[in-house]
């Protein structure tokens, strides 16, 4: 079988990215409305053609169209004829639709434990004191064997550590009342933009994106986010970040493949490095450097080259550059950036080129079988065999409903986490206060003077009120099917 992938071509030379090489990552750039959907529709469902299995997100809704057959179309004809394509078939794609919120596919969780305090903090836009007592909060729970599962479970924590503040000071540092009700807000904020539906369990396996059909095609795993980008880019950002830091840390090494395992595809991809902290910046470059021992493929795409950091830019192999506009001084230079990431070639002036693309029209660069880029050709993009635009809701609807995974994430669980060892503590606690009072008044101890401030135990229960709160009309209900992910 010919595992390479036909991206395009023009009068005098057609360019095919060879799936050996697909694992050293790539960039689809250009501005809106230039093509770059239907360029990452043609990988996805190329891709899923030679069994790799594919994540994406679909940022605009367009990309649900992978699941039904292309409709025959003049343009198309003409754009095959063009490119001298040959081996061409309108066809569907198998495919698998998530959502965060489960609207439009199954939920997709993972719990707070999972996520950790770095990638939390940027979550949450903390500042370094901040997230230092986040650290801290996160390693007492730890200690104490405590599961940071879900929302309830960090605002439970953090009320109690701020009731015993002193007591954990010598252990775990400072923990500035301040700081933990400077947290505790921005986990509102982050509750009302809908990361309570995201943190839970059941967690996303992660093997559940990574398999094929019964016909050997690789499964597309398509997350919508449309909703999700209206209400918190951060959150997607965090999701796709928690991703990578997942499939690096739980895929063992395989080498050099003749194809990848799983390929991913996250668009909108500055939100991941926007306002990110350096230490989340390292992290990230270290995932993209060394992922793809793990026989994963990562590919951004962007309207700007310039919106991925040089380092992270610099490890892409494969470039697909659509057209650039030239209207500000940025704009200029992200076309004078573009230009000079491709190998040269003789015949083609590249920057003059990239403002002169029309749409579905590309400058390609890939790499040879010995890892060197190709010369950069302007090429028109294959079209896509499946239908270009959305699904109908009905035509969604079916989809899902056929699902392997149908009932696997659909009902949420609770087994005893931070916010159930809490509230047992607490009870314990009121209780031993009113046997000891009970005691004390049985032998008759001198009565002492009525005092209206609270007892320990009467402030952790109010405490622990406060953190379940508008929570307990609607708390989550999860078993013991839930794990973490990794075992950590």
């Known amino acids: 079988m010919d595992n390479s992938i036909f991206l395009g071509g023009n009068d005098q030379a057609k360019v095919s990215l060879d799936t050996s090489m697909a694992n050293r990552h790539g960039l689809i750039a ?25 994540f994406m997100a679909d940022v605009k809704g367009d990309l649900s169209g992978l699941a039904q057959a292309g409709k025959p179309h003049d343009k198309i004809q003409q754009r095959l004829n063009k490119i001298g ?51 801290s909060s996160f390693d007492f729970a730890d200690d104490n064997g405590m599961l940071l599962l879900d929302m309830k479970d960090l605002r439970a ?26 947290i505790q807000r921005a986990l509102l904020v982050l509750e009302q933009q809908g990361a309570e539906h995201f943190f839970g369990e059941p967690a996303l396996k992660l093997e559940d994106l990574m398999i094929c059909d019964f016909s050997g095609r690789g499964v597309i795993s398509i997350l919508d986010v449309t909703a999700l980008m209206a209400k918190s880019p951060r959150l997607y950002a965090t999701f796709l970040l928690w991703l990578l830091a997942e499939l690096f840390e739980q895929l063992p090494e395989v080498g050099d493949a003749d194809k990848p395992k799983l390929v991913l595809f996250f668009d ?45 830019l610099g490890q892409l192999g494969m470039r697909i550059q659509h057209a650039l506009r030239a209207f500000t001084p940025r704009d200029q230079k992200a076309v004078k950036a573009a230009a000079e990431t491709f190998r040269r070639n003789p015949s083609l002036d590249v920057e003059t080129a990239i403002t002169e693309l029309g749409t579905g029209e590309a400058l390609v660069s890939v790499l040879n079988k010995d890892g060197s880029p190709t010369p950069v050709e302007r090429v028109l993009i294959r079209p896509p065999e499946s239908r270009i635009g959305p699904l109908t809701d009905d035509e969604r609807h079916a989809v899902v409903a056929r699902s392997p995974l149908k009932g696997r994430y659909d009902e949420s669980i609770d087994r005893e986490s931070a916010y ?10 009121a209780r031993r206060d009113v046997a000891e009072k009970a005691h004390q008044h049985q032998t008759r101890t001198p009565a002492r003077r009525t005092s209206t401030r609270q007892s320990t135990a009467e402030a952790m229960i109010n405490s622990a009120a406060r953190a379940v709160g508008s929570q307990l009309g609607r708390r989550l209900v999860r078993g013991l099917l839930g794990s973490l992910l990794g075992g950590r």
Do not use: C
């Not at 990988?43 to 299995?53: D, I, M, N, T, Y």
């Not at 953090?158 to 015993?164: A, E, F, G, S, T």
């Not at 159930?420 to 606690?429: H, P, S, V, Y």
């Open 30 to 54: 250009g501005a809106t409305g230039t093509g770059k959907t239907v360029t990452l529709q043609v990988l996805a469902e190329q891709f899923s053609r030679l069994g790799v299995p594919v």
């Open 85 to 135: 394509l040959e081996d061409f078939h309108l066809q569907a794609s198998p495919v698998l639709f998530w959502d965060i919120f489960a609207a439009q596919g199954h939920p997709v969780r993972t719990t707070l434990s999972d996520v950790g305090p770095l990638m939390l903090a940027n979550l949450l836009e903390l500042n370094d004191t901040q997230t230092g007592v986040l650290y």
């Open 157 to 182: 924590l953090l009320n109690w550590i701020n009731d015993n503040k002193k007591s954990l000071g010598s252990d775990y540092g400072n923990f500035s009342s301040a700081s933990i009700g400077a």
């Open 268 to 312: 909108e991809a500055h939100l991941l490095f926007d306002d990110a902290p350096k230490a989340l910046l390292d992290k990230v470059e270290q995932v993209v450097r060394l992922i793809r021992s793990k026989g994963v493929g990562v590919y951004f795409i962007s309207q700007n080259p310039l919106d991925i950091p040089q380092d992270i």
């Open 420 to 429: 159930e060892i809490l509230k047992k503590r607490t009870e314990e606690t």
